[in-house]
């Protein structure tokens, strides 16, 4: 029978149940137990896909097309597994279905209610999580807080599979926040009180709680915890704020809660072997040198936009036992102020993604900089398009050049709207999304990277290089490195006269894994090395 562990949060969102769902479930797949993971999200919205990501932070693309809640990426980095559009429900899609299948007449003559129906198909979906990858235990992430109204159907579904299956087959972790009283220099336990007896009120007794804080949490404090909550002492954690995400895997294994979940749900007792995952952490502890690499977008003061970027250099810099000094910088600053002086002396440029012509004419300003600097360079999705548009004016001759997203009617519309975009009207799910297979060109840096003909990488987006203008790109030193198999489409581009300047159409960050850094990220900072050492500027330090 499969197991099913609910993760729920309290006192304030944000606390880190992601963190703490996929830690758990790194220590469980440690153990040798087939671990599937989910998250319920209760917004309305089919998905995030058309959410602004100062609202919603990034959007992170499955496999298999899915545009799914950024905690999404941290299963797959922590697990090491591709997860699906099956892990990811909001009650948007919820309802969605639910009502297309009254449409159907599945319920006919019957009225529909959020009990039994939306909490019917909330259990089905949460079923169809742990068959989907063949799991043996199903960790399910409830977004947003406990207590907030658009949770309550999320919350009463759970209730309703709790009571309906043995003890043995069901397990609550609850994680909520110690707040710090600065005035009286103590932690309350007081909110985490409150929470539980909130989370109560739907039937739900946790049989974990994770307690986070920025300092350290007194055995006292979990006593009275354990005592008001009615939960084991043991099973009162506290996780205090580490200074990696992946040292929680760490610290929570040495807390031992693999074996108090073993316990409580009757499984094979198993011991951990998390020694490739440690060594990850002490090489991310111990850098041998420090680089300086320059993040330009439109998003950047919210760092969460670009979080698997982030992950994926960090991955790339412990690959190099590399440590890295992040400089976050506005792409509308770069519209006013010299690339020199905003961007200054960087070892490496990376250009992120984003839609829209907001801080593009600086995006723009930043690949010249690379360009004619010399400076490693990684153009990611929209990256890769200013990498060519800021080629084609400035070396190809064609000024005035852009895509069309941002200029319809530019002389040289060198980035267009892919064919199959044409005539699309809404804007939900309608993208080029999810992995599609890569032709890789030999003798290229894209090749060199991967080291194999054929790659798969995850896409979102409309737009493409324009075919028609690439032979006079191409003349002048641009590279098509990567091609869609059919070589309709192209996938990656590279300078012919430059160390190491690479764009691709795709996200290489989703695919990204601590141990197993994406080939172009490793390459990028392989070669941000290799600058810093010919300006000799690297230096001992530790990972931002």
Not at 31 to 54: C, E, F, Q, W
Not at 229 to 238: E, K, Q, Y
């Amino acid at each position: 029978m499969t197991k099913f562990i609910f993760v729920t949060g309290g006192v304030v969102s944000s606390v880190g149940k992601g963190i703490v769902a996929a830690s758990v479930g790194r220590i469980l797949k440690a153990r040798g137990h087939r671990v599937a993971i989910l998250k319920l999200d209760p917004y309305i919205n089919v998905d995030p896909g058309t959410m602004s990501p100062y609202q919603h932070g990034e959007v992170y693309v499955t496999d298999d097309g899915a545009e799914t809640d950024l905690d999404l990426g941290h299963y797959e980095r922590f697990l090491g597994m591709n997860v699906t559009r099956a892990s990811s429900s909001s009650t948007g899609q919820v309802y969605e279905e639910v009502i297309r299948k009254e449409r159907r007449g599945d319920f006919l003559g019957g009225t529909i209610q959020p009990i039994p129906h939306i909490t019917n198909e909330i259990r089905r979906r949460i079923r169809l999580a742990g068959q989907s990858l063949d799991a043996d235990i199903v960790l399910v992430e409830v977004g947003g807080t406990v207590g907030d109204m658009e949770g309550q159907p999320f919350l009463e579904a759970i209730s309703q599979m709790r009571y309906a299956a043995p003890p043995e087959d069901t397990l609550s972790i609850h994680v909520t926040l110690l707040p710090y009283i600065g005035a009286t220099k103590e932690l309350k336990t007081k909110p985490t009180q409150h929470s539980v007896r909130e989370l109560r009120s739907f039937g739900l007794q946790p049989d974990v709680i994770v307690t986070r804080s920025d300092f350290p949490v007194a055995r006292s404090l979990r006593e009275k915890i354990s005592q008001f909550c009615n939960v084991d002492l043991d099973a009162v954690i506290a996780l205090e704020t580490a200074d990696s995400i992946y040292e929680v895997p760490l610290y929570l294994d040495a807390t031992g809660i693999g074996e108090i979940i073993q316990r409580k749900l009757h499984l094979e007792e198993k011991r951990s072997d998390l020694d490739e995952w440690r060594s990850f952490v002490e090489r991310l502890r111990t850098p041998e040198s420090q680089l300086r690499i320059a993040i330009v977008g439109k998003y950047v003061e919210l760092h969460d936009a670009y979080l698997s970027i982030k992950e994926a250099l960090v991955h790339a810099g412990v690959e190099h036992h590399a440590g890295l000094d992040l400089q976050w910088v506005h792409s509308e600053d770069l519209e006013v102020r010299s690339p020199e002086e905003v961007i200054g002396d960087v070892d490496g440029i990376l250009l992120c993604p984003g839609f829209g012509d907001r801080g593009l004419e600086g995006k723009i300003a930043a690949v010249r900089y690379a360009r004619e600097n010399l400076i490693p360079y990684l153009g990611d999705c929209l990256g890769m398009q200013m990498l060519v548009t800021e080629f084609a004016r400035n070396v190809a001759g064609m000024p005035g050049a852009n895509t069309t997203e941002a200029d319809p009617r530019t002389p040289f519309p060198v980035i267009s709207l892919l064919s199959e975009q044409q005539g699309v009207e809404d804007l939900g799910g309608t993208m080029r999304l999810g992995g599609f297979p890569c032709r890789l060109e030999p003798g290229t840096r894209a090749y060199e990277a991967y080291g194999q003909p054929l790659v798969r990488e995850r896409h979102r987006h409309r737009y493409e290089v324009n075919n028609a203008l690439l032979p006079q790109l191409q003349a002048q030193g641009l590279i098509a490195s990567g091609w869609s198999p059919d070589g309709k489409l192209v996938e990656i581009v590279e300078l012919r006269d430059h160390p190491w300047m690479v764009g691709a159409q795709f996200h290489p960050e989703f695919t990204s894994r601590p141990n197993m850094p994406n080939p172009l990220f490793k390459g990028f900072i392989g070669a941000a090395l290799v600058y810093a050492r010919d300006h000799q500027r690297t230096t001992a330090g530790s990972t931002a």
